[in-house]
């Protein structure tokens, strides 16, 4: 299985294109953000102290979030054009059990993830210092790398799913070029989560990425909120978190980290489940 693993890593980061493309949507919302929306969601906090400090960091760490499903989705690239080269077939009849062979393309596919999302990670971290932040504190850090690879685990089971029923390469292509261009909104990256309808903020609750860039938000925005809203009324900061994507809330009760980490958790055992079944039943 390791040979699986690190032929698929090496295959993946030798194509350029598939590494860049993998990036394409975490380089549109950081574009849109600079040069379009970056301004007037720092102008929508009016003359709030570190305003920028909040708005850098809610947007990167929605960035980080959005990273994982893109990343994994390039990995899985090289399982489909396995599939669709017919040497997946080649590695059927080998010595090496179905159940190994599954496992490396997911592996591979988690570690390729983990790499490009801690990449985003830093150059996040950078873009924040660079523009008048802070970097996080070193638990803070500590807490990114664990949501980053929960994140990233939750994004291979629904990569991993969706390539279950692909089984041509062009097909493929254009689920990742949907799946892309979505994203940022099913996140609520693009647009905070509050100035949705009702209606859209359930649809995009339903999301599992939703919970991951909520959980990002709530460790890289602490220090930030805690600057531009000192001495603010609790009911303001509230009501901001919950406009932003911060905190989630259904009715009058808000989604607890530990509730969004379940949410994260259960949700990648049932896609790999799912994945599974759907795989051995097409093999009958």
């Given at each position: 299985?390791?040979?699986?693993?690190?032929?698929?890593?090496?295959?993946?980061?030798?194509?350029?294109?598939?590494?860049?493309?993998?990036?394409?949507?975490?380089?549109?919302?950081?574009?849109?953000?600079?040069?379009?929306?970056?301004?007037?969601?720092?102008?929508?906090?009016?003359?709030?102290?570190?305003?920028?400090?909040?708005?850098?960091?809610?947007?990167?760490?929605?960035?980080?979030?959005?990273?994982?499903?893109?990343?994994?989705?390039?990995?899985?690239?090289?399982?489909?054009?396995?599939?669709?080269?017919?040497?997946?077939?080649?590695?059927?009849?080998?010595?090496?059990?179905?159940?190994?062979?599954?496992?490396?393309?997911?592996?591979?596919?988690?570690?390729?993830?983990?790499?490009?999302?801690?990449?985003?990670?830093?150059?996040?971290?950078?873009?924040?210092?660079?523009?008048?932040?802070?970097?996080?504190?070193?638990?803070?850090?500590?807490?990114?790398?664990?949501?980053?690879?929960?994140?990233?685990?939750?994004?291979?089971?629904?990569?991993?799913?969706?390539?279950?029923?692909?089984?041509?390469?062009?097909?493929?292509?254009?689920?990742?070029?949907?799946?892309?261009?979505?994203?940022?909104?099913?996140?609520?990256?693009?647009?905070?989560?509050?100035?949705?309808?009702?209606?859209?903020?359930?649809?995009?609750?339903?999301?599992?990425?939703?919970?991951?860039?909520?959980?990002?938000?709530?460790?890289?925005?602490?220090?930030?909120?805690?600057?531009?809203?000192?001495?603010?009324?609790?009911?303001?900061?509230?009501?901001?978190?919950?406009?932003?994507?911060?905190?989630?809330?259904?009715?009058?009760?808000?989604?607890?980290?530990?509730?969004?980490?379940?949410?994260?958790?259960?949700t990648a055992l049932l896609l790999y489940g799912m994945s599974i079944l759907n795989i051995s039943r097409k093999a009958k």
């Amino acid at each position: 299985m390791i040979p699986i693993i690190g032929r698929n890593i090496k295959i993946f980061f030798r194509d350029k294109a598939n590494v860049f493309f993998s990036l394409l949507a975490v380089l549109i919302i950081i574009g849109l953000y600079v040069f379009f929306l970056g301004k007037n969601l720092t102008n929508s906090l009016g003359d709030t102290v570190g305003a920028q400090y909040v708005m850098d960091s809610w947007i990167m760490s929605g960035v980080i979030s959005v990273s994982g499903v893109t990343t994994t989705m390039g990995a899985f690239a090289v399982m489909i054009d396995d599939r669709a080269n017919k040497i997946l077939k080649d590695f059927t009849v080998s010595p090496i059990r179905s159940s190994r062979l599954a496992a490396g393309y997911i592996l591979s596919s988690v570690v390729v993830g983990f790499i490009m999302s801690i990449v985003t990670f830093v150059l996040a971290e950078a873009y924040i210092f660079l523009n008048g932040g802070e970097l996080l504190p070193p638990m803070a850090m500590l807490k990114m790398i664990g949501l980053i690879m929960l994140t990233v685990l939750t994004s291979s089971a629904m990569v991993y799913f969706l390539t279950s029923f692909f089984r041509s390469q062009n097909a493929f292509a254009t689920a990742s070029t949907i799946l892309g261009t979505i994203i940022g909104f099913l996140a609520g990256v693009y647009v905070p989560i509050g100035q949705f309808s009702d209606s859209v903020q359930t649809v995009i609750k339903l999301f599992p990425m939703t919970y991951s860039a909520s959980l990002m938000r709530q460790v890289m925005m602490e220090e930030p909120l805690k600057i531009s809203f000192a001495g603010a009324p609790v009911e303001g900061l509230d009501a901001f978190k919950l406009m932003m994507g911060h905190t989630i809330r259904f009715g009058e009760t808000a989604v607890t980290p530990f509730t969004s980490i379940l949410i994260l958790s259960g949700t990648a055992l049932l896609l790999y489940g799912m994945s599974i079944l759907n795989i051995s039943r097409k093999a009958k």
